[in-house]
Each structure stands twice: as C-alpha cells, then as structure tokens.
DNA sequence: TCTACCGACGAACACCGTTCGAGTCAAGTA
DNA sequence: TACTTGACTCGAACGGTGTTCGTCGGTAGA
C-alpha cells in the first residue's frame, strides 16, 4: 500500500524511530480515546482519561500524541474508515452521494460529538482521504465539471457534519435517566407550545405553523436538507 | 411590545424582581461578554474573565445568569439583533433569503465563533426568534407549502451557522502574528501541495485535481452552498 | 561494559465552571 | 423607629482541565 505523506503543519510528532519497546503506542491511545466517546461521549475524553486506561499520567500520552487537539483528529480518521466507499454509477450517481452522505452521517452520529473534530480542520487522514475520493469520483464520473465537484464535496461534508455535531449537543443536554426517544418527544412539546404562546403580532408565521415547524424527527429533516444540495448540484450536469 | 414568554426548560432565574439597585444586570455582563469576544475570540469567553471587567469575582454573575450557556445564548441573541429584516417580496423570493443569509452570516463572522451557541440549542431569544420569523414570510409568501419552509428554515440556518462555526474554528488555529489573508493563502498553497504529492494509485481524483480543491475562498464557497440549497428549494414551489 | 537517549511519569502551573457561606445593605413591616 | 427579610456581592474553595518540566529507568548501539 502506497504511503500517504504527513500534511506539512502537522507537527511530525510520530516520525522518529522508537528505540525501546514501548508499552503505550498511537493506536493504543486512539482506541482507548474511542472506547471512552462511545461510553461517556466527547466531554469525557480528557488526556487524564484516556491515560487513565493505561494505568499512568496525563504526560505519558504526549510521548505520541502532540496535543489533545491531534489526539482527536486521529479518532476521527479512524472511524472515517467505518465509511463504505462504492464504486461509481454514473447512471445512478444522485443515490450513489446520498448513500455516502447517511453512512458518513451515521457513522458520525454513532460517535457522539467527535464530528467537530471535523469541522476544526481540513480532514487529511487516509480514512477521510478514501472517502472523499470516493464522492468525487462518483460525481466526475457522472460527468460533473471538476469545479462544482470539488466544491459540493466540501459543502456536502459541512453539512453532514454539522448536522451530526449539532444532534450530538442536544443529546448532551439529555437528563441521564430519560431514553433518547422520550428526550426528543418532550424536548418537541415543550418547543412547540412554546412557538404556540408566541404574540401574534410580531410572530404570526411561527405562531400559525408551530406544529409544522416542530415535526419531524432528525432523520427525516437530514434527509430532506440532503435533498436540497442534491437537486440543487443536479443543475450543473451539462 | 408584547412580551415572548421564557421558554419552558429555561430556568427562571431573572424573573424574580430586584430589589436593590443593582451595580451589575445582564444587559452589562452581556455587553461584556461580546467585548471580549470580538476583541479575543470565544475562548476568551470565561466566567472569571467577564466578571473581571467590573472588578469582581466570577460568582458575582450567578445572580443575573444561571450558568455560562446561559450567558453565551444571551450573547447570541443580542447579535441576531444586528440581522435585517425585510419585507417579503415574493417576485425576488430567493434573493431576498439570500440577501437574508448573507447578511446572518456575515453578523456571525463578526463575532467570532458565537456561532457555536446557535448550534448548541434552538434559538429562542427574540431576536432570534424575529430572524426567523421575517424568512419564514418570505417564503410562505412566496407560496412555498409551510413543511418545506419549516425545514428549509432549519436547514438554512444549520448551514449558515455551520459555515460561520467553521470558519471561526480556522481563524482560531492561526498565528497571531500573520494577516488574515497571508495565513490563508499559506494554507491553501499547503494543502494545494499535499493533495498534489498523493500517491496516484489511491487518490487520483483528489491528486488530479489538487488544484480546483482548493480554489474560491470562503465567500465563494459559502454562495455556492447557498446556491445549491435555493436551488433545491426552489424545486418545491407549486 | 559503558554511554547515550527515548519514553514513562509524578509534580506543578495556570487556568476553568460552579458552589458555599458569610457579609452588606435597601425595602417592607410591626 | 426597630426589626426582619431577602436579594446581591464576593472571597474561598472544590474538583476538574491541558500542558510543561525534570527526573528516572531501561534498552540499543559502540
């Protein structure tokens, strides 16, 4: 397998050989960092933490890891690979982006809150290479101008990440007792009488369509936004 | 005015009447908080250092503001008071939402990466709230059926938030001696470069097209995102 | 066998959000 | 007028955070 060079503002942390046998390695402590935002989400992933695991201090990790900041960079590459990547159709490429887009959004979704890892920086680990190669390739194949493809691909990750990012807030403001399910359908009540007592005066609109406005679980107002971007990216085909 | 009631899951922390005269309110800590912020960026934003700037000590703000969420919504809501808002003229239906996009999203770069607070939670400060309601009449005036405004709403915002968020993480990552625009350029003449250097047996696409990647600077990005999203609304109309 | 040197790791630094409890002072009441 | 009440201020403290420093131990190469 071909070697992918280090982006050039990463600190090359990693690069030099490591003489003894080393009881703590990268891969070791991005596993622990997982474990830990699959149990107890992002908030829980402190460096004492995760060094916690090993059995020593916060300062250990360091040895392998420049900073927190990387450290969570090197989680999210990892479950980048969790991404399927089919190979292109142009004849049904429309489906072909949706499908990655819900396998990256689910993915995503399925680590809590790691997403904003994603949006801090430009992803340049091999996993999240793969899957952008993969979008670009199934919009140029179905004849996209390389313009609209490279800028699509960036807004479609903006906007599944985001999307995750901000479902992985609420779920932190959830009470630790309650299900998710029964979370959101309060959360949903609550909204609603809330847009339903608005003055009319000065919220006609939101005060008319409160019930419009609060319906739909994040599923479907994902897929309907998903929608949006498509159709509108349809237009550029020559 | 009429008055919008506190949204339910908000503790009434300031309805009670005061008593005393008061040397501190909210209105201040707030003005505070958004000096610091414009001045220094949201990580700056910490209960000691707001309260510094009356010469006091953090636990002096817990009597005008239940926590730091709290105030960091406070703070977003007073700059969603900076948004105009037009009247609805359904002939220009989508440049209005546009000119209406635009215009939040250049309120939020203002004020560095605010923008998290927004998607920490549903807005429902009043101003806020009189965002929303001026482009829910544009395009339910525009004939556009009320679920797809409701959820085109969502979408718009988580998008123009997202990319205000996003950009205000970048800005965070730069050294504090360059330019805004040196430090930009240097960027993408970096990242132009590494997707040139990919291996062309795993990345042909990003390597062939390093270029195009990384052309168009934000604004640009963020109309075509807008682009794409009105376009696929404008599928909707009747 | 000796000597570098890399990694482990405890201690410390400078922060953070929040809570507690004592003190202060104005307004309401007897 | 005297007393009580209660909101507000605010220093101190608690339990965390990311990161740095300096020491120490053990392995690899000479």
């Known amino acids: 397998m071909s070697e992918i060079p280090l982006p050039p503002w990463r600190r090359a942390v990693a690069k030099r050989p490591r ?4 009881p703590l390695s990268q891969d ?8 830990i935002v699959m149990a107890e989400g992002i908030d829980a992933v402190s ?39 089919p190979e292109p159709e142009p004849a049904r490429w429309q ?16 680590y809590n809150n790691l997403a904003r890892a994603a949006l801090a920086t430009v992803p340049t680990g091999p996993n999240a290479l793969r899957v952008s190669e993969a979008m670009l390739a199934i919009m140029l194949s179905a004849g ?24 992985s807030l609420h ?4 009470r630790p007792g309650l299900e998710t399910r029964e979370y959101f359908e309060g959360f949903v009540t609550q909204l609603r009488d809330f847009y339903g007592d608005l003055p009319a005066d000065r ?18 107002r994902f897929e309907f936004g998903l929608d949006m971007l498509v159709d509108g990216l349809a237009r550029y085909l020559p």
Chains 1, 2 share one sequence.
């Open 95 to 110: 489906e072909q982006i949706k499908e990655m887009a819900r396998d990256s959004h689910a993915v995503m979704s399925r």
């Open 47 to 85: 460096m004492r933490r995760v060094a916690a695991a090993f059995d020593t201090g916060a300062s250990s990790l360091y040895a392998h890891v420049a900073n927190k900041e990387e450290l969570l960079q090197l989680m999210f590459d990892r479950i980048c690979g969790e991404v399927h990547t």
């Open 203 to 220: 919220f006609p609109n939101i005060r008319a369509h409160a019930t419009t406005l609060t319906s739909g679980d994040g599923d479907q």
């Open 19 to 22: 003489a003894a046998k080393a």
């Open 144 to 167: 996209m101008p390389p313009q609209v493809a490279a800028w699509s691909l960036d807004r479609l990750f903006l906007y599944i990440v985001a999307d995750a990012y901000e479902n």
């Open 171 to 174: 779920m932190e403001n959830m």
């Open 28 to 35: 070791q402590i991005v596993d622990a960092g997982l474990r």
